[in-house]
């Protein structure tokens, strides 16, 4: 059973970089069974799908956040990233990282959601 | 890029009662779409992946069905542990996943 720990700041000033770091315990990050991803919920909100990184390298994000958002893996830390650059007080939110697996196309894992507030 | 609608937006039910929510997509998806549960502050759990298998741990008393474009999942007999958010998502485009904008599940 994949384990997402999530980390970084909750509050971030408008027009800088928001960044949040998921170590995945509990298996591999290089696995080919699982592909990884950011979610995102403004306070009482719906759920925002930000995007996927896939096993084989490729990333896909919503095309609303395309040219800002970057997901990136770093296998040796068992880690993955979300940046979101330039940001504005409409990208406060609860951000959550997932594990999806391939055999399912759902997301069977998920971190502990993190509050970030962009505010000066 | 593919609409997900939930109907109703919210529901009142009693404990024991059947609750169905319907999820509709603005195209065909086929099977691929996930139930999620979410309570407050609390992350999603999927319930139900491939429009009706249950997710190991997911109750019986959970089931979904459909394809294409309609969806339903259903809660044969509401428990106390039940009342919460649900969610569909599709993931039939690899590119772009989408969810549906929620059905909140409370006390009647």
């Known amino acids: 059973q994949l384990q997402l720990q999530q980390s970084g700041p909750g509050l971030v000033k408008p027009s800088e970089t928001l960044s949040l770091n998921c170590s995945v315990s509990g298996g591999s990050i290089s696995s080919s069974n699982h592909f990884w991803g950011w979610i995102r919920q403004p306070p009482g909100k719906e759920l925002e799908w930000i995007g996927n990184f896939y096993y084989s390298g490729d990333a896909y994000y919503n095309p609303s956040l395309k040219s800002r958002v970057t997901i990136s893996v770093d296998m040796s830390k068992s880690q993955f990233s979300l940046r979101l650059d330039s940001v504005t007080a409409a990208d406060t939110a609860l951000y959550f990282c997932?594990?999806?697996?391939?055999?399912?196309?759902?997301?069977?894992?998920w971190g502990q959601g993190a509050l970030v507030t962009v505010s000066s | 890029d593919i609409q997900m609608t939930q109907s109703p937006s919210s529901l009142s039910a009693s404990l024991g009662d059947r609750v169905t929510i319907i999820c509709r997509a603005s195209q065909n998806i086929d099977k691929f779409l996930n139930w999620y549960q979410q309570k407050p502050g609390k992350a999603p759990k999927v319930l139900i992946y491939a429009a009706s298998t249950l997710q190991s741990g997911t109750p019986s008393r959970f089931s979904g069905s459909g394809s294409g474009t309609e969806f339903t999942l259903t809660i044969s007999s509401l428990q106390p542990e039940d009342f919460a958010t649900y969610f569909c998502?599709?993931?039939?485009?690899?590119?772009?996943?989408?969810f549906g904008p929620g059905t909140k599940v409370d006390i009647k």
């Open positions: 998502q599709q993931s039939f485009t690899t590119a772009l996943f989408t």
């Open positions: 997932a594990g999806g697996g391939y055999a399912s196309g759902s997301y069977e894992s």
